[in-house]
């Protein structure tokens, strides 16, 4: 009988301790705090391109490894847009970038498309 008392409690205390969240509370997403507001060629594309792309893709180095894409500058990203869009996202026709890795952070990506959105502005 005590056993049975015992696992009845038991199982009351642990049915009364069950949250019912949705994975959207437990795994916040990371555009939450992803803040795409003015978002401009020179003043937060050009760092995404320096912290995920300038290791193979600036002037110094591009030439080294034959590709010859440059991205250092406005012109040299706008000349390649559509191909960078589909090489960050990883889809369609172009190599996956950056290469042999995951894709860029969720909020860099937005980052982007919110850019490309609002026409490219530069300054």
């Known amino acids: 009988m005590k056993i049975i008392l015992i696992s009845f409690f038991l199982g009351v205390i642990f049915l009364s301790s069950c949250d019912y969240n949705n994975e959207k509370d437990l795994y916040p997403s990371q555009l939450a705090n992803c803040d795409t507001t003015n978002v401009t060629f020179n003043g937060t594309i050009i760092y995404i391109l320096a912290t ?41 026709g172009v190599s996956s970038m950056p290469k042999n890795a995951a ?6 990506l937005k980052k982007f498309e919110v850019w490309i959105r609002n026409d490219t502005p530069e300054e």
């Open 52 to 92: 995920n792309c300038f290791s193979c893709h600036d002037h110094q180095y591009a030439d080294l490894f034959g590709d010859a894409v440059h991205l250092e500058s406005y012109a040299d990203v706008k000349s390649r847009l559509g191909k960078l869009s589909n090489a960050i996202n990883h889809t369609g």
């Open 103 to 108: 894709k860029l952070k969720a909020c860099d």
